[in-house]
């Protein structure tokens, strides 16, 4: 890693490959994996992401919003992307940028259909989302026998994927659960998949699902987390690695005195003489005021340095006594040689509320 002089979320596309690679090695050769990269791929860079995804073999993509759609078709994306949550305003855009919206509910089928048809368009793929147990969004298994009469009465679209998704993949407590969501999946495709005429991608399993319930990959895979580097257990982070790592320098060193304070509301009161140093980025990069307060720490030349004190807009403070540092020094927030994971475990909150916070402020550098 190449010493940095500004804040920089550095990319490295060769641990995307590497964990890429280690998915895969997963799957059976003829189950196809969706790479969810909502969130400027999980906050990282969600165009170079794709591309390289492209590149090395990824069959599908995934995005939360129309917009992160059409944003990789503009960045020159070919494959096909699902649009997990659109609204019946964003349709048009939806065909118009040839993504393939998840129908949910009654009323985005209705009106997905009333759209496909006044644009004339015949065999339009969708995928249909079946709620089996999370009660996010999704049909209701008992709507089967209505979604068979409504896709019978209409040429417009056509059902390229079933898919339904899992509530407690990562947690062996909800087992019993999880066994219960797969059952009830399979119950709703034995109702609706003898009615059509082509066999949709069937499709349910995250991150942790891929890893913990090989029995139900079904057609394809859909993993977000994972390609980044975090596999919801310490076992699995270790065969992973980290794609961003984000570090800075240290802006100005202070040598505060005993009884003396550090930053906004005075939160940190120097119970002895301090060193600290205060670090070019703050809430508005993503480092939220929850990581303040000693609860987690950043790395300063191999050692851990607590955050002080209220985290502030664009800086925060750490304590660097005892640490032989100096200003103009690279700092290590989380990434390559410190864990996200437990950076954020640390303040209370998981690596996804982490790193796709990061904000677009922060300098995307791509590597590898
Ligand atoms: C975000 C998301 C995923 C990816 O989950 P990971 O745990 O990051 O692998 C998969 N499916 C759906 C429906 C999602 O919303």
Same mark, same amino acid.
């Given at each position: 890693m190449? %010493?940095?002089?500004?804040?920089?979320?550095e990319?490295?596309? #060769?641990?995307?490959?590497?964990n890429?690679n280690?998915?895969?090695?997963?799957?059976?050769?003829?189950?196809?994996?969706?790479?969810?990269?909502?969130?400027?791929?999980?906050?990282?860079?969600?165009?170079e992401?794709a591309?390289?995804?492209?590149?090395?073999?990824?069959?599908?993509?995934a995005?939360?919003? =129309?917009?992160?759609?059409?944003?990789?078709? *503009?960045?020159? !994306?070919?494959?096909?992307?699902?649009v997990?949550?659109?609204?019946?305003?964003?349709?048009?855009?939806?065909?118009?940028?040839?993504?393939?919206?998840?129908?949910?509910? @009654?009323?985005?089928?209705e009106?997905f259909?009333? &759209?496909?048809?006044k644009l004339?368009?015949?065999?339009?793929?969708?995928?249909? @989302?079946?709620?089996?147990?999370?009660?996010?969004?999704?049909?209701?298994?008992?709507?089967?026998?209505w979604?068979?009469? @409504?896709l019978?009465?209409?040429?417009?679209?056509?059902?390229?994927?079933?898919?339904?998704?899992?509530?407690?993949?990562?947690?062996?407590a909800?087992?019993?659960? =999880?066994?219960?969501?797969?059952?009830?999946?399979?119950? &709703?495709?034995? @109702?609706?998949l003898?009615?059509?005429d082509?066999?949709?991608i069937?499709?349910?399993?995250?991150?942790?699902?891929?890893?913990?319930?090989?029995e139900?990959?079904y057609?394809m895979?859909?993993?977000?987390?994972?390609?980044?580097?975090?596999?919801?257990?310490?076992?699995?982070d270790k065969?992973?690695?980290?794609?961003?790592?984000?570090? &800075?320098?240290?802006?100005?060193?202070?040598?505060?005195? *005993?009884?003396e304070?550090?930053g906004?509301?005075r /939160?940190?009161?120097?119970p002895?003489a301090?060193?600290?140093?205060?670090?070019?980025?703050?809430h508005?990069?993503?480092?939220?005021? !929850?990581?303040?307060? %000693?609860? =987690?720490? +950043?790395? +300063?030349?191999?050692?851990?340095a607590?955050?002080?004190?209220?985290?502030?807009?664009?800086?925060?403070?750490?304590?660097? #006594?005892?640490?032989d540092?100096?200003?103009?020094?690279?700092? $290590?927030?989380?990434?390559k040689?410190?864990?996200?994971?437990?950076?954020?475990?640390n303040?209370? &909150?998981?690596?996804?509320?982490?790193?796709?916070? $990061?904000s %677009?402020? /922060?300098?995307?550098?791509?590597?590898?």
């Open positions: 190449s %010493q940095t002089s500004e804040t920089v979320l990319i490295d596309l #060769s641990a995307l490959e590497h890429y280690y998915l895969r090695s997963k799957l059976s050769p003829e189950t196809k994996m969706l790479g969810v990269v909502k969130a400027f791929a999980y906050g990282n860079d969600s165009v992401i591309k390289r995804l492209s590149k090395i073999g990824i069959d599908y993509f995005v939360a919003y =129309t917009r992160e759609g059409i944003s990789l078709r *503009e960045g020159g !994306i070919q494959k096909p992307i699902l997990l949550h659109p609204q019946s305003t964003n349709f048009e855009e939806v065909i118009e940028n040839d993504l393939i919206p998840n129908i949910y509910s @009654k009323f985005t089928l009106a259909v009333k &759209t496909a048809e004339q368009l015949k065999n339009y793929p969708i995928h249909l @989302k079946i709620n089996t147990g999370l009660n996010r969004l999704g049909f209701d298994p008992e709507d089967a026998a979604l068979n009469h @409504k019978a009465e209409t040429k417009a679209i056509k059902v390229e994927g079933i898919f339904s998704h899992l509530a407690a993949s990562e947690d062996e909800e087992r019993e659960f =999880t066994l219960y969501q797969i059952e009830n999946y399979q119950k &709703t495709l034995d @109702k609706i003898p009615k059509l082509d066999q949709p069937r499709h349910l399993c995250n991150t942790s699902g891929i890893i913990n319930y090989p139900a990959h057609d895979v859909r993993t977000g987390i994972g390609l980044y580097g975090f596999g919801n257990s310490a076992a699995e065969k992973l690695k980290p794609v961003g790592t984000l570090k &800075t320098i240290i802006s100005q060193i202070h040598h505060i005195k *005993e009884g304070s550090v906004y509301n /939160v940190f009161k120097a002895l301090t060193k600290t140093a205060t670090l070019p980025l703050g508005a990069d993503g480092i939220n005021r !929850i990581y303040g307060k %000693q609860k =987690t720490g +950043v790395l +300063v030349n191999g050692q851990i607590p955050i002080i004190g209220n985290v502030c807009m664009d800086m925060l403070m750490i304590d660097i #006594s005892g640490i540092c100096q200003e103009g020094d690279e700092v $290590i927030l989380f990434g040689d410190k864990s996200a994971e437990e950076f954020a475990h303040a209370g &909150t998981i690596s996804y509320e982490l790193i796709t916070s $990061i %677009q402020r /922060v300098k995307r550098k791509i590597i590898n």
